[in-house]
Nanobody, 115 residues
Framework: QVQLVESGGGLVQAGGSLRLSCAAS????????MAWYRQAPGKQRELVASVPGGSITNYADSVKGRFTASRDNAKNTVFLQMNSLLPEDTAVYYC?????????WGQGTQVTVSS
């Protein structure tokens, strides 16, 4: 049974920073892309950052220069360092991964940025 477990969300003031982590566990033979999505109230889920194995990390235009995604392949973990946070970054952040050719989502972690 494969699962993704996220941590690191919380409440922060505008201009502050948070670091999210997502660890994959279970019977893992292969991990392709690991990514972060977010969903704000009343909005569709959107891609924040995608970290394909061995390729360039892609970012949504709205977070370029402020967010950095990275992977620790030895620990099957993906991170999202979020700096210069804005109130519009408030959302539930979800970890996404393709593991053993199947799609998995984390349970989501709330990030709230106060103005």
């Amino acid at each position: 049974q494969v699962q993704l477990v996220e941590s690191g969300g919380g409440l922060v003031q505008a201009g502050g920073s948070l670091r999210l982590s997502c660890a994959a566990s279970g019977s893992i033979a292969r991990i392709d892309v690991m990514a972060w999505y977010r969903q704000a109230p009343g909005k569709q889920r959107e891609l924040v950052a995608s970290v394909p194995g061995g390729s360039i990390t892609n970012y949504a235009d709205s977070v370029k220069g402020r967010f950095t995604a990275s992977r620790d392949n030895a620990k099957n973990t993906v991170f999202l360092q979020m700096n210069s946070l804005l109130p519009e970054d408030t959302a539930v952040y979800y970890c996404f991964s393709v593991i053993n050719h199947q799609i998995y989502w984390g349970q989501g972690t709330q990030v709230t940025v106060s103005s």
